[in-house]
């Protein structure tokens, strides 16, 4: 037993001869392997920097109309940088040889209406901070608000343009062939695996909601300190994610996305992989949560259908935490 998985593995042979074939096969000369390996590194980055580009597109809208809830904004010009180590380590290659992705922080995208694009930022450029150094289009000692500073081929550009306020949390994309998304405080984290899954804007757009719901209303600190009082985690996060779904949506209704298909995106989640979204097997899509998140959708349609603001409903003496 313990000879054939050596074999398989590695085809370390002991004790006896090597096992080996007995048909020709082809083999592939070093050249033609190697402008395959690179032809399938290529294709791979190209699919990652077109979800990075996806989950940017949609989750820009939501960080920029839910910035008034956001307890914590900072200032978006609607840039994303990048270096060569943005990327997963087998992409880097990839990056330089593609985008010539380096040490310096150069810009990658540049969202389509924004106030970068006003003034015609472009991939290349190399965004200038407060002290005349390259930095990345979040470095938070970029204080700078109303004015962008870049450098291109050399020559150093100051255009005039206001910055938007948004949401304070990244949105990453992580290589994983788990479907899941999950929240830590900091970021929303979605998987390339659930990037596929949701198949449609809306689809991401309720998941990057749910997400940052659990970080806006400090799920994981309080998670963590439920954790230390009662022991018993499970017990406690439940609460937790009904209050994500429900403060997701007004997230994801605020930015314009479109509420019809959000019961049946849970009911698919929840049948096809019961444990995506971490923490969920707290809470898998029960009847309960399926009627709760039904009702969260009529209760936004009406305030939409009588033009009223659209903001959960706190609890008779509860202070919003964005009003604090
Ligand atoms: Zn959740």
Redesign the pocket.
């Known amino acids: 037993m313990m000879r054939r998985v050596l074999s398989v593995v590695g085809g370390i042979c002991i004790l006896t001869a090597c096992a080996t074939v007995e048909t020709r096969l082809p083999v592939p000369s070093t050249s033609q392997l190697d402008i395959e390996a690179k032809n399938q590194e290529t294709e791979a980055f190209a699919r990652y920097l077109k979800m990075r580009k996806r989950l940017d597109n949609v989750s820009a809208p939501i960080l920029a109309a839910n910035a008034e809830l956001c307890a914590k904004t900072r200032a978006d010009f609607g840039i994303i940088t990048h270096t060569k180590k943005t990327y997963p380590k087998h992409l880097r290659d990839a990056a330089a040889r593609r985008l010539a992705a380096g040490d310096t922080h150069t810009v990658l995208f540049v969202r389509g209406g924004s106030a970068a694009d006003t003034v015609g930022i472009k991939r290349g450029d190399v965004l200038i901070g407060d002290k005349d150094k390259p930095i990345s289009a979040t470095d938070k000692s970029f204080k700078n608000t109303d004015s962008l500073h870049i450098r291109r081929g050399g020559q150093d550009m100051h255009m005039s343009v206001k910055a938007d306020q948004i949401c304070d949390y990244a949105v990453v994309l992580k290589m994983s062939g788990a479907v899941n998304a ?2 830590n405080g900091r970021a929303v984290i979605v998987t390339t695996a659930m990037m596929d899954f949701a198949v449609s804007d809306d689809e991401l757009a309720l998941i990057i909601g ?2 940052l719901a ?1 970080n806006t209303m400090r ?1 994981v600190p309080k998670a963590v300190w439920n954790t230390v009082i009662s022991g018993l985690a499970t017990r406690t996060t439940r609460p ?2 009904s209050e ?2 429900y403060v997701g949506l007004y997230y994801m209704a605020r930015a314009g996305y479109n509420l019809d298909g959000v019961e049946d995106f849970w009911r698919r989640l929840g049948v096809q992989y019961p444990k995506s ?4 097997k707290t809470h898998p899509v029960t009847p309960q949560r399926l009627l709760a998140i039904r009702m969260t959708v009529a209760e936004v349609e009406a305030k939409r259908a009588a033009d009223a603001e659209l903001v959960p409903n706190y609890l008779p003496g509860k202070t919003p935490h964005y009003a604090k």
């Open positions: 999950y929240a749910h997400e659990h799920h937790f994610e994500a779904d979204i971490v923490r969920e």
